[in-house]
C-alpha cells in the first residue's frame, strides 16, 4: 500500500525533525509548528516518487469502486448534452430577455 508507506515516511520526517529541533534547543510549541513546517518541506522534496505512487493508487481505487457521478446526474448531463448539439447557434444567449431594471 503506497499510502501507508508514505504516511510512515512523512512521520518519520516528522518525528526526525522534532528531535533535531529539539536537539538544537526548541521547546514548546513553536518546536512542533517548526518541525511540522520543516517535514511538509522535506516531504515535499524528499518524497515525490512516494507521494506520486501514492495518488495514483488513490486515484485507481476510487475509479475500480464506483462510478464519479450517480445515474441521475449522468443522465441530465446527457440530456444537456443532447440539447446543446441541437441548437448549435444559440451559445451564450438566454432563452428569456432580462427584464428592465427602468419601468
Known sequence: MPVLVY???RL????????GLWAA??????????AAVAAGALSYVLLG?????AAIWI????????PRFSP???GD??????EAQQ??????QSASPRPSSTP
Open 7 to 9: 504516511s510512515v515516511l
Open 12 to 19: 518519520g520526517l516528522f518525528a526526525l525533525a522534532l528531535l
Open 25 to 34: 534547543g526548541m521547546g514548546g510549541w513553536l518546536l512542533v509548528v517548526v
Open 49 to 53: 516518487r512516494q507521494r506520486t505512487a
Open 59 to 66: 486515484a485507481e481505487r476510487r475509479a475500480a469502486t464506483r
Open 72 to 74: 441521475g446526474v449522468e
Open 77 to 82: 448531463a446527457a440530456a444537456e448534452d443532447a
Open 87 to 92: 441548437q448549435p447557434g444559440d451559445q451564450g
